[in-house]
């Protein structure tokens, strides 16, 4: 039988004009060299170049000025070496050296790809067979640096596809550090991470029981300094800094839309991006709604499986996820517990899908195998395409498969309800391949998904098309079903 596949026509490009105002910065010796320059120059020479950058991107970003009042906070260090009190600065010249200390960010220049579509906590006000939705996308920009944003629309009865037109002053989030580790309960996230267990006393040895952010900065850096240390202690150092560093809270101002909240890198362990959100709507045993997102932290050289909360997309938790099988890309949380558990679908190894349970959401210690590759269209490695949807045949699946030339194809299994350990049926051939206009791009040849859901008795994918744009594609669910039961796996 052969599945119906409609494609919609709306398409999301990458836009160059999606900018955000961050920090920038190089050296303290090239710090100070500009902020000599700036000193210099006379209260009226500050007025006037202030007033030419207000004038110039005061339109282009909310709140600017506040935004150079943080980046001369981020370096106001400096004004010590000058013998400097910066209290003696006025508030102007202030403002003049953060705006030197600030440039624009195109977020979405490069790509706008590898959706995930979750139905939006506001639900009022619709029609008879719509749902408000948001889509969330992965944006690159220049350096290939990867940020999670958003956009809102409404599906009709037809499953049809309607967005509202995005806010032009995009922003970034208040970052708040937790400030205050237990040192026990630190010592044991460490532990679960493997970091050898005679590296943590190096650093943890010198703090108290009780210890803040910035204490234990000063402790790595003081460490660091013993010209003793191998490359790999070097390395583990670095890892304890990425725990405490993984642990925060974003919070967006409320005069923002959703369309203009930029999750941009904030921690060394996602300095150069962050990659395939996959967001879910997750209900708790006692009915409440919490929206969870599993994504890939990248900082150059290694990847730190991450997980963010919210319930309302203006306030934000982050933190790392632990355990041996949270330690690779690819991982969905299902949408309520099974059993009294936490059910999470992996690829811990690179190649198989794994199936995993836990009573701590964040750490996951134990899996079993789900699925091989099986077939030649993913002989190569295969995973998950977004979390497991509840239907009343099965834990649906949306999965991806990498076959002959790295072709990225969608395909789906189907896992039983009550004991989903057990695959009961699942596709022999894609359930969507790159077509000739989706196949260039980036990476070339790959269609991907990192979520879908069931609307008007349709599974609705978004998907990215070759690491470049995303679009939609509905399918009937009762076909697709049918395909799968008869495709029963004993």
């Not at 919609?8 to 490009?13: E, L, Q």
């Not at 208040?174 to 010592?187: C, H, M, P, Q």
């Amino acid at each position: 039988m052969s599945i119906s596949v409609k494609r919609k026509p709306i398409v999301f490009y990458p836009e160059s004009n999606r900018t955000i105002a961050r920090f920038y910065f190089t050296s303290d010796g090239n710090a100070l060299q500009i902020i000599k320059k700036v000193l210099k120059l006379s209260p009226e020479q500050v007025f006037i170049e202030l007033r030419k950058v207000l004038r110039d991107f005061s339109t282009r970003h909310r709140l600017i000025t506040k935004v150079f009042e943080t980046n001369f906070n981020n370096i106001r260090y400096l004004l010590k070496k000058l013998k400097l009190e910066p209290e003696s600065l006025s508030k102007e010249l202030k403002l003049l050296i953060g705006s030197y200390f600030t440039l624009e960010y195109s977020v979405e220049a490069a790509a706008y790809f590898n959706p995930s579509i979750i139905e939006h906590p506001d639900q009022y006000g619709l029609k008879k067979g719509q749902k408000r939705i948001i889509v969330s996308f992965r944006a690159t920009g220049e350096g290939h640096i990867s940020s999670i944003v958003f956009r809102e629309g409404i599906i009709d009865q037809n499953n049809d596809l309607y967005f509202i037109e995005p806010g032009q002053l995009d922003e970034m989030p208040e970052l708040v550090r937790r400030s205050v580790y237990n040192k026990n309960a630190f010592t044991k996230k460490l532990d679960e991470m493997n970091i050898n267990k005679k590296i943590i006393p190096l650093v943890l040895n010198k703090l108290n029981d009780e210890f803040n952010y910035g204490e234990l900065q000063a402790s790595i850096t003081e460490t660091l300094k013993d010209i003793t240390l191998t490359p790999t202690k070097r390395k583990m150092i670095e890892e304890i800094n990425w725990v405490a560093d993984s642990y925060c809270e974003i919070i967006f101002s409320l005069d923002t839309s959703l369309s203009e909240r930029v999750i941009f890198p904030i921690s060394t362990s996602e300095s150069n991006g962050i990659e395939d959100a996959r967001f879910v709507k997750f209900t708790d045993e006692n009915g409440e709604i919490t929206y969870y997102a599993t994504y890939t932290a990248y900082n150059g050289y290694a990847i730190l499986p991450k997980l963010l909360l919210t319930e309302d997309f203006y306030y934000f938790k982050i933190c790392p996820l632990y355990g041996k099988y949270a330690q690779n890309k690819d991982m969905a949380l299902f949408p309520r517990k099974i059993k009294g558990k936490y059910a999470m679908v992996g690829r811990y190894d690179g190649v198989n899908n794994y199936i995993m349970f836990s009573d701590k959401i964040n750490l996951w210690t134990n899996a079993k195998l789900l699925q091989r590759p099986s077939f030649p269209w993913e002989f190569i490695q295969i995973g998950n395409s977004g979390s497991p949807i509840e239907t009343k045949e099965g834990w649906l699946l949306i999965t991806h498969g990498v076959g002959p030339m790295r072709r990225y194809s969608l395909g789906a299994i189907l896992l039983d309800l009550e004991n989903p350990e057990k695959v009961i049926g699942h596709l022999k051939y894609p359930l969507m391949i790159p077509n000739e206009k989706e196949r260039e791009g980036y990476v070339p040849n790959v269609i991907y998904s990192c979520g879908s859901i069931i609307h008007n008795n349709e599974i609705i994918i978004p998907y990215g098309m070759s690491d470049y744009a995303s679009s939609f594609a509905t399918i009937p669910l009762n076909e697709l079903l049918h395909e799968l039961k008869n495709n029963h796996q004993k």
